[in-house]
């Protein structure tokens, strides 16, 4: 999935833009800035191309979350349901909120199971967080049935699947927010960077004065603007934003190249008995930067990742024991190491993460392989790879 591997002149070009003028912030300094404007193109571009009204940029994907979710009013003791399989980020831009996560099992999308999103629903819920991880998505039609019904807001993390879609619609752009990250592993990337989109005219005025201390960023004359609101500072510069907008210009020669590799890949091992993929939902497209399967048992899932590796298929990933993606990893969560006192909001109401029974994940997870898709190889170098994978699972099963 990575942009880094495309990186080239016109990512240099659009920094030297930037570089020549000197003026290295987004906001302000117009008589000096050479009409560069790099983060406001991006943010029209980045809308037209998620077919959302909205686009906010912002320091990381991290902080998008918590800008999305700020921006709609989320707030202390506010619960929001996550999944078990994520990234970090996700509790964490809850937290930052002094709200609530609330994890609940995945099923075999390796994304929220709406049964389980319906059965976490309190009075205290505000918002259902799916994590479209690893290039598919959420069955998001569900997913906003029952947020229409219990009058939830639907924020889609999209960091890892941007350019995929769901019902004709770009990923993240089927909720009420959608966010996503550029950090330096992602399908496109700024170096460091996130994106929040909605069609909501008032999330977006919220979104554009939270990143920026509660900037109204009306008139040109910063020191003059009033804070309707309190904010904080997670703004991009435009040097990281310039880079963002050559990315954004190779997002769908990347995503080609990616579906070619990913489909050389899925062939070789898809008629070998015990292999079985990833269940995308109906009318979803995934943006194939991984590819996903699972296997018959975890024990098999193991050695076979082992092999995998062995073999010399790197960017093969067994989340279960993950430091990073899986609840298991996560003892820092699950004991509330924070450096200082936590707010009593997440203190008093967080589930009891020790001894939560999330086996309905463990199945899936345990069993699941994530192969990344690179764009940067030959047809050579995947059909070999390719070829590696099928001996190796055959090997195993
Ligand atoms: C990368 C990622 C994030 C956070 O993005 P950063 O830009 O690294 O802060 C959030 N959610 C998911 C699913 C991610 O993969």
């Not at 298929?313 to 924070?338: A, M, P, Q």
Request: glycine letters at 8%.
């Amino acid at each position: 999935m990575p942009g880094f591997e495309v990186f080239g002149d016109e990512e240099r070009k659009q920094v030297n833009d930037v570089l020549e003028t000197g003026i290295l912030m987004r906001y302000g300094f117009d008589g000096m800035r050479n009409n560069q404007w790099k983060a406001k193109e991006f943010e029209e571009a980045f809308a037209e191309r998620m077919h959302s009204n909205h686009c906010q940029l912002v320091s990381s994907g991290t902080s998008a979350l918590t800008v999305a979710l700020a921006s709609a009013g989320v707030g202390a003791g506010d619960e929001v349901i996550m999944p078990t399989f994520t990234f970090v980020a996700s509790f964490e831009s809850i937290m930052m909120l002094g709200a609530v996560p609330v994890l609940v099992d995945i099923d075999d999308t390796l994304t929220l199971d709406p049964h389980a999103v319906e059965a976490a629903i309190t009075p205290r819920t505000r918002c259902i967080m799916p994590v479209h991880m690893c290039g598919s998505m959420a069955d998001l039609k569900a997913l906003k049935a029952i947020c229409e019904n219990y009058n939830l807001l639907l924020l889609e993390d999209a960091c890892q699947a941007i350019g995929g879609s769901f019902d004709g619609k770009p990923l993240g752009s089927y909720g009420d927010l959608g966010c996503f990250s550029f950090d330096f592993v992602k399908t496109i990337t700024c170096g460091e960077g996130g994106a929040v989109i909605s069609n909501f005219e008032q999330y977006k005025i919220h979104a554009d004065q939270y990143q920026d201390h509660g900037h109204d960023h009306e008139g040109n004359d910063r020191g003059a603007e009033t804070h309707p609101t309190l904010g904080y500072n997670f703004r991009i510069s435009e040097l990281n934003a310039a880079v963002g907008l050559a990315q954004l210009a190779k997002l769908d020669d990347i995503l080609a190249v990616q579906e070619k590799h990913y489909g050389i890949m899925r062939k070789a091992i898809s008629d070998i008995p015990g292999v079985t993929f990833r269940r995308v939902p109906e009318t979803g497209v995934e943006n194939y930067s991984f590819l996903n399967f699972f296997l018959p048992t975890g024990e098999t899932a193991q050695k076979a990742h082992k092999a995998l590796l062995e073999a010399g298929v790197d960017g093969c990933f067994y989340w279960y024991t993950n430091n990073w993606h899986y609840i298991n990893g996560w003892e820092h969560l699950r004991n509330l190491k924070s450096l200082g006192r936590m707010p009593s909001e997440i203190k008093e109401h967080i589930q009891d993460l020790n001894n939560t029974d999330f086996s309905k994940s463990d199945h899936w997870m345990s069993r699941t392989i994530s192969c990344l898709v690179k764009v940067g190889w030959t047809e050579e170098e995947v059909e070999q790879r390719a070829d590696k994978m099928r001996k190796v699972l055959e090997g195993i099963l």
